[in-house]
């Protein structure tokens, strides 16, 4: 299993960078992500001060940080929550922060994406970051996706990667790539809003008045 997900994990970042290298597996046939449904959830942002995070990869769970770092300076300068909005889009190899731990565990997503749990410096087999233990960020403090959610904070995650990678571990293991693809969706993280790709949702943030910080590595 550890060699499936490791070579499953470099097919995948192979077929993102450089095509020409490496052939894209054959997508699931399913498309979960409405267009409507996602313009009109870009409609909730709210507030004076708005910006968008480019959650392209994990990078640590700094994509999360930095959406928390934006809430907790802005309140030391004076702006309550109910006057910004941090969008959190996560995309490519951030997109694990979007799923429930039990998928981590099912699928070894630790192992795919090359997340260590630091409390056993081993592949995690749950999501760190969404309601994260002492010890899993950097500094405590730090809020994790749940309770940024429960801030006004807004979680996106790209429908097109979910299905580059889930088809690629269900080629890896022999399972279905739409069977996959479904429970990945499916494991979702409660109000992660499904998008058709993280560059639209970059786009379509960006037209709501949001400002642009890369978050990635």
Known sequence: MSALVLGTAATTLAAFTNPLQAALPVLPDNDLASQGDSDKWFTKIKGAHRIAYDGSTHHDGFPVIWTWAFYMTNNETGTVDEDMTAVCVL??????????????????????????????????????YYEPKTGDFPLPGIDGIKKMQERGAMFCVCNLAIKVY??????????????????????????????PSGVWALGRAQENGCGYIFAGG
């Open 91 to 128: 995309r490519h190899s951030g997109i694990p922060f979007a799923f429930k731990s039990s998928l981590w565990e099912k699928y070894n997503l630790g192992e795919v994406f090359e997340i260590n749990d630091k409390s056993t410096a081993k592949p995690s087999k749950r999501n760190l």
């Open 166 to 195: 889930s088809s690629v571990v269900a080629a890896q293991m022999g399972l279905d790539a739409n069977t996959v693809y479904q429970d990945w969706v499916d494991a979702i993280h409660p109000d992660i809003q499904l998008v």
